[in-house]
């Protein structure tokens, strides 16, 4: 696989003056080192794997997100690629999606969000002149990940503030209101 960082450092631990700058800049932090050494080693189990490149990992608060290059899983099998997040996923002992980049920020977030797909799309401008992507998605219970790990994700990864809500909810309504609207 394609790194940001030498592949010698990562085995090492030691970084070259290039490798610390990005670390500095807060390009790559702790935890994209533990993924990406992580990734180097499944690299032998998963030769296929050696046509990705490494983007991000997001460590979100119900997901992790594994960003690759677009394109990297173009050649890796569905077993493989299942496989691989169930080994990711019990040595960072979170729920581990693989998910890939896009230079389109929606494109992006429909491959973190399927099965659920995007019904709406809004840009919000802030008070304070920041702005803001609203997101209608089609069924909280399609939603495979994390709320506010999709939120983390996207921000981190796209630079983008995502605010997110659903067209059905679930909710059971209260009896009363229904009641109340038939005697009127
Ligand atoms: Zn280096």
Redesign the pocket.
């Known amino acids: 696989m394609e790194f940001p ?2 592949t ?2 990562l085995k090492t631990g030691i ?6 700058e990005k670390i500095r800049q807060g390009l790559y932090d702790e935890f994209d080192i533990k993924v990406m050494k992580l990734l180097l080693e499944l690299e032998k189990r998963f030769p296929r794997l050696q046509k990705a490149g490494y983007v991000k990992a997001v460590n979100g608060k119900e997901t992790i997100f594994i960003v690759l290059r677009e394109g990297s899983l173009r050649d890796v099998k569905f077993k493989d690629l299942a496989a691989l997040r169930r080994i990711l996923s019990e040595k960072l002992e979170k729920h581990v999606r693989i998910v890939e980049d896009s230079n389109d920020v929606i494109r992006f977030i429909e491959g973190v969000i399927t099965p659920a797909r995007i019904i709406a799309v809004n840009k919000i401008w802030l008070p304070d002149g920041s702005e803001e992507m609203r997101v209608i998605l089609d069924d909280r219970r399609r939603l495979k990940v994390g709320v506010n790990s999709l939120v983390k994700v996207v921000e981190e990864v796209k630079g983008v503030k995502l605010n997110v809500d659903f067209e059905r909810r679930w909710r059971i309504r209260p009896r009363k209101v229904g009641k109340r609207i038939s005697q009127v």
């Open positions: 960082l030498c010698f450092d970084f070259c003056s290039k490798c610390r």
